[in-house]
């Protein structure tokens, strides 16, 4: 199965300053209205206010949805799942990734690969498969989403950081420390993770910008914590058919997630393009 | 390299394949059926009565042993017999024969019309490697690939269907009719799914024409006056060519995972979509047949585009 995951410096390009500033303030305007929202919002999320597909007014700004609630409550609410546990599913993949990776990078070379083949079962496994099929065991469930995102993040995770780890092993260095009869432990605190933190931190660049797209999409498909929570991928799903009537409900969460993936997106690169150039 | 050796490597790989195949299995069943706990609780709703719940679970054969429903699960697949989903009684099998054809005619649509795109974008991206058409094209797929389809499938159709009214919002079947019947409900989902592959797979084929660009055997046929199309199309792709083609077969299991998306999103009749239903209404037999028919699918992809990339190039066939 080789060839699954391709190398993390494939086709990665640095951008330019003006797009950098401007998706960073976006990424970060875009996590501060998912994450401030909440406390900002004056009316209720899953009360009904209104009839169906109101066109926006003075009371409803952004009218209303398919069963008559404040939009714009809505999408100040519905932001947190998406980049939360976008967050969280990045953080448990690296986290677990860089044990795994640099496990399998220090230890005997067919060790490794085998930690490898193993992770590799899932890397065949189309991603929003490993999503559909865990929210069919566990339905309604946030914590599903998030273990499966980090599922399908893992292979690549552990890949990458096992590859840092192999190129730095050999260096004299660690022989050195070796030699010296330091500890496992201490090789790796002091003389590995310094010269591959670089590149975990590009590669959970990547895997976040990976995360925040299967989280929105799963949202999409009404999977996770189940209606009436408001989410910015399901309010899609839920205000499409009246697309002819308004289209607020559907355009707004749109915009919202399209800005987030699309600066992230440019964020990773960059931060990935900089890092394979060292 | 012989006959022999090349046998040798094919049975190898179909023996993974096989291998992971079944390891997916053993995993669908459990996070389908045996770690929930409680399967019945879920079919039967909550206020379904202890006597209900225990014929009920005598009834699905809940009552077994795990291991023993694994094995009666996995023994009756390999007959071809992936049992009944809960919601109507539909045979998982007869859905996946009369869904299969619907997705394989969106995902091969998709992608005939993303292959040829993506081998135009990339080789002209990566022959002008670091320029501004390249740049351009780098961050147009950028921006591609990071949209989730849905998005772009949403956008799609508020323009071409909402605004203006040119083509079907939905992409509905009548009972017993297929999709190529009325080829206009296939131009948004098409187009829908194939800009996130043909995105993907333009940006993989630029870094491979761009590496083969800077070969020194590049360099000399540049000095002996050999330039643009003729350079591009006669000495960088045909050795961008095995690498892109196994591209190819991972973008086409890739697509797989969009097929979910898109077909949902346009009610389209095909596996995803039937696949998302199962999962909405907890229809977990229909799930595991769907799951397992869907992971075998990606796996043959892929095996082919390993065994693909072998024969076509010189460097990896060499390789034991």
């Known amino acids: 199965m080789s060839g699954v995951v391709p190398a993390m410096a494939v086709g990665r390009v640095a951008h330019s300053r003006v797009t950098l500033l401007l998706a960073g303030a976006t990424a970060a305007g875009v996590v501060l209205v998912a994450l401030a929202g909440p406390l900002l919002a004056t009316g209720s999320p899953t009360a009904p206010v209104g009839l169906p597909f109101d066109a926006p007014s003075g009371a409803h700004p952004a009218g209303t949805d398919a069963v008559g609630r404040d939009v714009l409550s809505r999408l100040l609410h519905g932001g947190r799942a998406v980049v939360l546990l976008a967050v969280g599913a990045t953080a448990l993949a690296s986290l677990c990734g860089a044990l795994l990776g640099v496990f399998a990078g220090l230890i005997d070379r067919r060790i490794g690969e085998l930690v490898v083949r193993v992770v590799d079962v899932v890397a065949v496994v189309p991603g929003l498969l490993v999503l559909l099929v865990l929210a069919a065991g566990f339905p309604g469930s946030d914590s599903a989403v998030l273990v499966g995102v980090a599922l399908v993040s893992l292979p690549f995770s552990v890949r990458v950081v096992r590859a840092a780890t192999r190129q730095v092993a050999v260096r004299g260095f660690v022989d050195t420390a070796r030699a010296r009869g330091d500890s496992r432990w201490r090789i790796i605190r002091h003389d590995l993770v310094p010269n591959i933190a670089g590149t975990m931190l590009a590669e959970a660049g990547i895997r976040f910008s990976a995360a925040v797209h299967l989280t929105a999409t799963a949202g999409f498909l009404g999977l996770g914590a189940g209606p009436p929570t408001p989410n910015w991928g399901r309010m899609v799903s839920e205000n499409a058919s009246g697309i002819g009537l308004t289209i607020w409900p559907v355009l707004l969460p749109a915009l919202l997630l399209v800005l987030f993936t699309v600066s992230v997106n440019l964020l990773a690169d960059d931060l990935a393009a900089r890092w394979a150039d060292r | ?265 346009f009610n389209y009749p095909g596996i995803g979509y039937e696949l998302q239903q199962a999962v909405a209404n907890r229809d977990v037999p229909m799930v595991q047949g769907l799951a397992l028919a869907t992971c075998a699918t990606a796996l043959v992809l892929l095996l082919i585009g390993d065994l693909a990339q072998l024969a076509l190039s010189p460097a990896v066939r060499g390789r034991p």
Do not use: C, K
């Open chain 2, 1 to 265: 390299m012989s006959l022999l050796r090349v046998a040798a490597l094919v049975a190898r790989r179909t023996t993974a394949a096989v291998l992971v195949l079944a390891v997916l299995s053993v995993l669908i069943f459990t996070v389908t059926e045996v770690l929930p706990g409680d399967a019945v609780g879920v079919i039967a709703g909550a206020d379904a009565t202890v006597s209900e719940r225990e014929q009920l679970r005598r009834e699905l054969g809940l009552d077994a042993h795990p291991v023993r429903r694994y094995a009666d699960w996995a023994a009756a697949a390999l007959r071809g017999d992936l049992g009944t989903g809960y919601v109507g009684r539909r045979e998982v099998t007869e859905v996946l024969v009369d869904r299969l054809p619907n997705s394989l005619l969106l995902t091969t649509l998709a992608m005939a019309l993303a292959v040829p795109l993506a081998v135009a974008i990339g080789l002209v991206a990566g022959m002008r490697a670091g320029r501004r058409t390249d740049r351009l094209v780098s961050t147009a797929t950028l921006v591609a690939v990071g949209v989730p389809e849905f998005l772009v499938a949403a956008l799609l159709v508020a323009v071409f269907a909402a605004g203006l009214g040119l083509l079907p919002e939905v992409s509905l079947v009548p009972l017993g009719g297929r999709p190529w019947d009325q080829p206009e409900i296939l131009v948004l989902p098409v187009a829908a799914l194939s800009v996130a592959a043909l995105a993907a797979a333009a940006r993989l084929l630029r870094a491979s024409v761009a590496e083969i660009a800077a070969a020194p055997y590049v360099e000399a046929a540049r000095l002996r006056g050999v330039t643009g199309l003729r350079l591009a199309v006669r000495h960088v792709l045909p050795n961008a060519v095995a690498p892109a083609v196994q591209v190819t077969a991972v973008m086409f299991a890739g697509l797989i995972g969009g097929a979910v998306v898109v077909e949902t999103l």
